[in-house]
């Protein structure tokens, strides 16, 4: 186990999982409003603790800390883990797809 | 067509490079050119890969620290002594190589829409997204209220010094050092706390958007300061990048 310091050292916000889950999906699911499985809690993805350092991205409930996806990509293969996410609400108003017009 | 921006966002490419400079004391700015970009949000990111000759990748996201109305991207990348990827791009790195790259990513933690105040709050390199949109929100005239709370380490540490200093009246720029300032310096010293927030940033009342973007320690240090003086947590976003040097 890691100490305590150093696991807050490690947190990140799930907004930085963009890229990666843009492999697998074609809208920017860290816009997504995601609802824990454990506890109910709704918040949007992208402000989910997100632990990037294990083997698998790992992204926990920002309440009750328990595992809502882990998401993982190597050896020729994708694996997404969404035991822990009861609910993600996608909302379609172009800001959650890439495909969205950039500001130019 | 959608299906092609989004397997253009997914592809990597190897962007130019055109210019690595120093930034500040630990910070250097890489000028890129992508070859296939199609702009970006204030405040979206890249992933920067670098491969190693046994086939090793390392993985990283880096804000991009440009407007999206000047051509290419300039992402500001601080060297973290142990780091994998940051060293190579801080000392390694020069003018005519070329640079792995993918997005841009990331529709949460970007300008806001809208004509409402908004509170930028910024620690360390954290301030980096908030060029990007101090710079689309001064290239577009934009009249909302913007204020800006940065803390860095030392003077020298102060990223975007220069844009900083050219701000049209809309937005202020409040900066204190944690670690000493120099004689002279007549802005404020000491780390970002209830008190300080309380005396330099908006109002809650005032129902600001709150964007705070830096390392984790501080990043939940000033979220929690920010929900004890009464803003609403639908309106604070937090862009937390791991461990750092610290603010």
Known sequence: ?104 | MAGTAIRRRLSWQRADVLAVQREARRAYRLSLRPPDWSGHLPGQHVDVRLTAEGGYTAQRSYSIASAPQQPGIELIVERLEDGEVSPYLTEVLRAGDLLELRGPFGGYFVWPAGDGPVQLIAGGSGVVPFLSMLGHHRATGGLRQVRLLYSARTFDDLIGQAELARQPSTVEVTVTLTRGAPAGWTGLTGRVDARLLAEHTIPPAQEPEVLACGPTGFVEAVANALLELGHDPIRIKTERFGATGGP
């Open chain 1, 1 to 104: 186990m890691t100490d305590p310091d150093d696991a807050v050292a490690r947190r990140l916000d799930a907004n930085a999982a963009a890229g990666p889950l843009a492999e697998l999906f074609t809208v920017d699911l860290t816009v997504a409003m995601a609802t824990c499985a454990g506890c109910g809690n709704t918040a949007p993805l992208a402000a989910h603790p997100l632990y990037a350092h294990a083997p698998a991205l790992v992204i926990r409930c920002p309440k009750c800390a328990a595992v809502v996806l882990r998401y993982a990509s190597g050896g020729g293969r994708l694996r997404l883990d969404l035991r822990g996410a009861r609910l993600l609400t996608v909302t379609l108003d172009g800001a959650a797809a890439h495909g969205l017009s950039p500001v130019q």
